[in-house]
């Protein structure tokens, strides 16, 4: 079914790969397209990235009964080998209907999911399996440590996140912020992050970590791939220890009193999503490697092999639909796509 270079192409013709949450990730559907028939789920008939999908579906909301069934007959019908979500939000649905047989997810356990989607779970589930976290407590604990930030334990997009000098600010900015919080020191130094990729059984294929340029809404918009053994080995220990299946993202900080620490463990592409697929060794992008998974393929490690020193700067594009929610070809810019090297 697969050669060294990855699947074959009538085999990428009839392979089906399910994408949840799809929502602006373009960039990510598109990846996909090009080694896999692609199913694009989402409950917003807006979504922009569905367009880049074969099929595009919509589908009931996550917390909504029908949300697992819809799923699964989109896997019948598409013959679709494997679930990827592109969101936070339905990880911990999908481990628990790969569990119970229901979807071919390509997400960890659930105690892991729902570890992971809980900041302050997560950096205890950190602390357990000797993983560097910063000193982190809840609301009403005495921090060791001053100057400290105030974020909710289920937040995403930086939402809420707020830095607070002392006592009487921590106490004020957790009752402003309208759901459980959380209280962890403010890391000093700089932000990375680490793009990796497990296959099925847990073993880390690949571990490329890059900088934070710049970040809006949470999401990394400009950062440099970086040589750096010790993230490296860092992601590989964090994917294997947690039996992370797919891809995983762990951010980090490096900082003057107490070192490295992990102030977060995404399951899930990144918000970089262009710096592991600019890295990437010829045919070892995660979405043609997560293609030839679906296919039975068994990927041989090749952590810490890229290629560093690429720069990544995203910028926004649109989609001009018509009456019917079908794109009509248009561009409000010529030449359209991306521009042309000089």
């Known amino acids: 079914m697969a050669d060294g270079d990855g699947v074959s192409e009538p085999v990428k013709r009839d392979l089906g790969v399910l994408l949840t949450g799809v929502g602006k990730r373009y960039d990510i559907v598109s990846a996909f397209a090009q080694h896999a028939r692609v199913v694009a789920a989402d409950p917003n008939p807006l979504a922009p990235a569905q367009y880049a999908a074969d099929v595009r579906v919509p589908v009931p909301p996550i917390d909504d009964d029908a949300y697992v069934p819809a799923l699964q007959e989109l896997c019948r019908a598409h013959r679709v080998a494997l679930v990827v979500p592109l969101t936070d939000l339905d990880i911990e649905v999908l481990a628990e209907a790969r ?9 960890p356990d659930p105690e892991i999911a729902r570890a ?3 900041k302050y779970e997560a950096h205890l589930l950190l602390e357990r399996h000797g993983l560097p976290s910063p000193p982190t407590v809840l609301p009403g604990e005495q921090p060791p440590y001053y100057p400290v930030i105030v974020k909710p334990r289920r937040g ?6 707020m830095r607070a000098r002392d006592a009487r600010a921590v106490e004020f900015l957790a009752s402003y912020i309208e759901e459980p919080a959380m209280v962890q020191k403010a890391m000093d130094g700089p932000e990375l ?15 490329i970590p890059r900088t934070m340029i710049e970040s809006r809404g949470g999401e990394s918009i400009k950062g440099t791939v970086v040589d750096d053994r010790e993230l490296v080995e860092l992601g590989r220990r964090v994917v294997e220890t947690l039996a992370v299946r797919g891809p995983c993202t762990v951010q980090v900080f490096h900082d003057s009193q107490v070192g490295l620490g992990i102030t977060d463990v995404n399951t899930r592409f990144g ?5 592991p697929m ?3 060794l010829p045919g070892r992008t995660y979405p043609e490697l997560i293609v030839r998974m679906a296919a039975g393929e068994r990927i041989a490690p090749h952590v810490g092999e890229y290629r560093a020193g690429a720069t990544f700067t995203r910028y926004y594009w649109q989609l001009e639909l018509d009456e019917s929610l079908t794109p009509t ?5 010529a030449p359209p796509g991306p521009p042309r090297p000089r």
């Open 271 to 275: 918000g970089a999503f262009p710096a």
């Open 193 to 207: 992050s680490i793009d990796c990729l497990a296959d099925l059984d847990g073993r880390c294929l690949n571990a």
């Open 329 to 333: 070809g248009r561009d409000i810019v």
């Open 278 to 280: 600019y890295a990437a």
């Open 156 to 161: 995403s997009g930086s939402r809420s996140i």
């Open 116 to 118: 992971t989607y809980d």
């Open 99 to 107: 569990v119970a047989g229901l979807l071919p997810a390509l997400v």
